[in-house]
């Protein structure tokens, strides 16, 4: 049985599912029917919602709420997002799960408010100063939009960060049909209380990442977005803030297997690989089904993860092609990253930039 | 969901580390008198948390045994508010200096009109003191600072003022030197309301130097100012955390939103995606007479998108839907040449050219009467609006429309969209099934 349905309501019951408890956000389109249904469904749960006066206090209250024991959502768009900047830098060294959906839209500025883009991907990587690790995930279908916000709230659980769902207009507005027996529901880790004894942070193993501290437990909790030691007290040790940064960097790039995830249609004999993520991939699938009905052979790559790169899976998708077309909407964000993998493939980049979606015939008339 | 509290309360809410101010600083005197305030409300330390940020009065909760929270410059209260309304039970002090009340004043503004219930305490010495000495929103008129060498052009905040006139429940001002000012902080904790103390102190690195100032340049400045000190607003307006968990209370436990399947019961001849864009106006019923199709997609074994497009004045202009009716998943949702168009307005053909001017002669367009006037190369026919009873109004046009055109294309049968309609269970569920049939009459 199928459903008409829209990726801001798949997002929605995959965050409620995944046992969100608090949201906070604040107007912009095409985020805003995500804060709208929050603020209804949340009630329902003992959760909070709340809209906050502007971006900054949306993902303040956040924070602030997870290390009361919140697990927390957020939702914004690109100018939005500019605004998230500094907090997410305090998210990643206070080590803060926290979910932050960015619904793009066409940019810079207020760019085309109702128009699609995919041009915040470098942004949500290196968006905020220091660059340090985040994680990414970019769904290409209103079931995925379910599916990749359930593993969103794992992973910052898992890994103590912030993980963006990086969405799009067309995704969020777009109603659509659903296999309702064919959602993915991947298992989402409960949070698992740190035992007063220990103290809130710990560097080693650098890879390792112990459960939350939180507030009004049985022990004290010190929080700071400062270079801090171990109990939380601000530190300038070259030593100690050596460890904390190469913590923050080793949780994330060295369990990249782990966050990986990608769905090959590899076809033995392709000469052309395509690669495409979130919206774009929807039409990537589309001329892949007109391309080998026409009885020629291509290979396609979706990247559910962007951030950490795939480095695996895409090295696997490259190794028989002899060439690439990355397709985005932008001008070729994603495609640096394919260049810096493809050991001598020819990397075509696919873009459009004018608010309209690459339509499959793009793709069809890429292969070779 | 909160855990069973045991307080342990402490002689001292210190610990032995010693302040690093400069000799002289208010800091000193106001966190002496936090520590007799924790002492005085006796709490367990693991129920209060200091929330600090940038500046020199963000290195405070450092020297304290509470839980803590060190965030970004002038965002204090929003931490403080996410806090809060996730554990009311908690007491949430904020420890700010005059600089993160500038840049957060939005912050601060709204703090106070919810009346969330955090203790702000406002450490006042007028100037930057950790970055060197600049002026900040509370530096009085006239004052020499290190970014206003010739004495400052600007007003200073009321920040007492400022949150009274908003909502805020207590309000005091005064200065560190202040005798009752632990007995002041207690009560603002206590009051369990937004809570701001504003307390005015000397900062002896910049602005003591800068001005000549003493404890007695306080009191000269509030009076230049006209300002009043001591306890300046009290007012019982409901506790934001508190009212939302009441106001929401009869919402617990109601069921989540779950997916909403819809059964076939009709069939479709479609073998190939049919490609649909119906082009209205504003106010005309367009995307919600589009979903009832779309509707009638999947209750005829079909998969169905539907995309629209509208104006940012919603109210005005042109409404858009584009619909895609498919036998198998529709990954490309975008109709760059539409098998049919149904033209309601002229602000809708005007957002259309594109794919009128990419349709053939096989491709059909229906058209009100007053837009039949169209350039394309697809068949035109117009849609006879003498059979849709007055009754119904203009609001029944765009499904009339549709009925109308279905009947013609035949891709999926119209008693689908009359089921799709009876599913509605809503007000407009007879009117629409009404228009529907008189289309098919």
New interface residues.
């Given amino acids: 049985m199928r459903e008409f349905t829209d990726g801001s309501s798949a997002i929605v019951r995959g965050a409620l599912d995944a046992g969100c408890t608090f949201f906070a956000g604040y107007p912009i389109t095409p985020a805003s029917p995500i804060l709208m249904q929050m603020m209804s469904e949340l009630p329902k749960v003992d959760g909070v919602a709340v809209q906050g006066e502007d971006e900054i206090a949306s993902i303040g209250m956040c924070i602030g709420a997870t290390l009361a024991g919140a697990r927390a959502m957020t939702a914004t768009s690109g100018p939005g997002l500019s605004l998230y900047s500094e907090n997410i830098g305090l998210a990643i060294i206070g080590e803060v799960p926290l979910v932050i959906v960015d619904v793009q839209r066409l940019g810079p500025a207020t760019g085309g408010a109702t128009t699609v883009g995919q041009g915040d991907v470098q942004f949500a990587r290196w968006g905020t100063a220091g660059g340090y690790p985040i994680i990414a995930l970019a769904p290409s279908s209103v079931s995925e939009c379910y599916s990749l916000t359930r593993r969103a709230f794992d992973l910052a659980e898992r890994f103590r960060c912030p993980v963006f769902l990086l969405t799009d207009k067309e995704l969020n507005m777009t109603t659509n049909t659903v296999e309702v027996d064919e959602y993915d529901k991947p298992a989402v880790r409960a949070r698992t209380a740190l035992p007063s004894s220990e103290p809130p942070y710990r560097y080693l193993p650098a890879a390792d990442v112990p459960s939350l501290a939180q507030y009004g437990g049985p022990g004290v909790v010190r929080f700071t977005g400062s270079t801090h030691d171990e109990r939380g007290l601000i530190t300038k040790t070259p030593a100690k803030v050596a460890q904390l940064n190469e913590h923050l960097r080793a949780k994330i790039e060295d369990n990249a297997a782990e966050i990986e995830l990608v769905v090959k249609d590899l076809q033995a004999g392709a000469s052309t690989l395509f690669v495409s993520y979130g919206v774009t991939a929807g039409a990537m699938r589309e001329a892949v089904t007109r391309i080998r009905a026409a009885g020629k052979a291509v290979s396609a790559l979706t990247l559910q993860s962007l951030w950490p790169v795939p480095e695996a899976a895409i090295g696997e998708a490259l190794a028989s092609v002899r060439r690439v077309v990355v397709a985005e909407l932008n001008h070729g964000q994603y495609r640096r990253e394919i260049e810096r993998l493809a050991r001598g493939a020819e990397v075509v980049g696919l873009h459009r930039v004018d608010g309209e979606l690459i339509a499959p015939e793009a793709f069809m008339e890429s292969v070779r | ?3 069973p509290t045991t307080v342990t309360a402490l002689s001292t809410y210190r610990n032995q580390t010693p302040y690093p101010f400069c000799p002289g600083c208010g800091h000193h005197a106001i966190l002496d008198r936090l520590n007799e305030a924790l002492n005085d409300l006796h709490i367990d ?3 209060v ?1 200091l ?1 600090s940020d940038i500046g020199c009065s963000g ?1 405070s ?2 020297y304290f ?8 410059h002038g ?1 204090s ?7 809060k ?3 009311p ?2 007491k949430v002090i904020v420890v700010m200096g005059d600089g993160g009340t500038g840049i957060g004043g ?2 601060l ?2 703090a106070a009109r919810r009346n969330i219930g955090l203790t702000v305490l406002v450490f006042n010495n007028f100037n930057f003191g950790m970055t060197g000495g600049q002026h900040s929103t509370t530096t009085p008129s006239g004052a020499f600072t290190s970014t206003t060498p010739g004495g400052n052009l600007e007003r200073p905040l009321d920040v007492c003022a400022t949150v009274a006139a908003n909502g805020a429940g207590y309000v005091w001002r005064g200065t560190s030197f202040d005798k009752d000012l632990s007995a002041r902080i207690a009560e603002a904790v206590r009051s369990d309301s937004f809570a701001l103390l504003d307390i005015w102190e000397l900062c002896t690195a910049y602005f003591v130097p800068n001005n000549q100032a003493s404890k007695k340049t306080l009191t000269t400045i509030l009076d230049g100012l006209g300002l009043k000190a001591g306890l300046l607003h009290r007012a019982e307006y409901p506790e934001y955390a508190a009212a ?1 968990r009441k106001a ?1 209370l009869p ?13 076939p019961v009709f069939e479709s001849p479609l073998t190939r995606p049919f490609r649909l864009v119906v082009a209205g106006a504003a106010g005309g019923k367009v995307k919600s007479a589009a ?1 009832l199709l ?2 009638a ?2 209750l005829s074994g ?11 004045t919603v109210m005005t202009g042109h409404s858009i839907a584009e619909i895609v009716l498919s036998p198998r ?6 109709i ?1 040449r539409p098998d049919a168009m149904i033209l309601l307005s002229r602000e809708g053909v005007a957002k259309v050219g594109a794919q009128l001017a990419a349709m053939r002669p096989e491709d059909r367009v229906f058209a009100l009467p007053e837009v039949a006037d169209v350039r394309t190369s697809a068949a035109v026919s117009v849609i006879d609006l003498a059979r849709l009873p007055g009754s119904l109004g203009k609001g029944s046009t765009a499904l009339y429309s549709i009925a109308w055109a279905l009947k013609e294309l035949g891709v999926l049968p119209i008693e689908a969209l009359l089921a799709a309609t009876a599913r509605q269970g809503s007000q407009y569920a007879e009117k629409n099934a009404e228009a529907i049939r008189a289309a098919n009459a």
């Fill in positions: 969901m909160n855990p330390p693991n129920k948390v929330v290195l909760d450092q045994v509470t839980s803590a929270f060190h965030g970004l965002r209260i929003t931490y403080a508010t996410g806090i309304l996730q554990r039970d908690l939005a912050h503004l709204n939302y929401t919402q617990r436990g109601l069921s989540l939103p779950a997916p909403r399947p819809i059964s979903r779309g509707e997609a999947l079909l998969w169905a998108a539907q995309r629209d497009d509208y104006p940012i998943e529709i990954d490309y949702t975008a760059d």
